[in-house]
Nanobody, 125 residues
Framework: QVQLVESGGGLVQAGGSLRLSCAAS????????MGWFRQAPGKEREFVAV????????YYSDSVKGRFTASRDNAKNTVYLQMNSLKPEDTAVYYC??????????????????WGQGTLVTVSS
């Protein structure tokens, strides 16, 4: 099974940008659809973005659409989340996830096979 390690979190001012990375080991990343969730303090975990195994399609939550971009480099076994125009409400622990099926509904349900440990993003006002 693949193992996932997120990096790139930190403190940024509102309006700024960050790029999160998710490095995979153990199995070839191209076998998995990859994506991101987040969990803010006191709130439930929510879907952020997903990118298909080939990178041919992406889906985003309404709250980040137009500001965040998911991408992948299968040769580097790494997935990215470029976050622009950050807002204080984007503050959360961001989790990378992987699933062997290219099925979007599994991402909206949060029913996925592998999860990373998370990286904290804090956006100050």
């Amino acid at each position: 099974q693949v193992q996932l390690v997120e990096s790139g979190g930190g403190l940024v001012q509102a309006g700024g940008s960050l790029r999160l990375s998710c490095a995979a080991s153990g199995r070839t990343l191209s076998r998995y659809a990859m994506g991101w969730f987040r969990q803010a303090p006191g709130k439930e975990r929510e879907f952020v973005a997903v990118i298909s195994r080939s990178g041919g399609w992406t889906y985003y939550s309404d709250s980040v659409k137009g500001r965040f971009t998911a991408s992948r480099d299968n040769a580097k076994n790494t997935v990215y989340l470029q976050m622009n125009s950050l807002k204080p409400e984007d503050t959360a622990v961001y989790y990378c996830a992987a699933d062997s099926l290219d099925v979007v509904s599994r991402w909206y349900a949060g029913n996925l096979e592998v999860w990373g440990q998370g990286t904290l993003v804090t956006v100050s006002s």
